[in-house]
């Protein structure tokens, strides 16, 4: 998760793409 939060602080828009991809994935499982 540090790894994530960093991503997030250096490039919130990779982070959001990052929540929709988990959410994407989340929903097809």
């Keep these: 998760h540090e790894s994530a939060v960093k991503v997030d602080l250096n490039r919130p828009v990779t982070?959001?793409?990052?929540?929709?991809?988990?959410?994407?994935?989340?929903?097809?499982?």
């Excluded at 982070?15 to 499982?29: D, M, T």
């Design 15 to 29: 982070g959001s793409l990052l929540k929709r991809i988990r959410n994407g994935k989340k929903a097809k499982s």
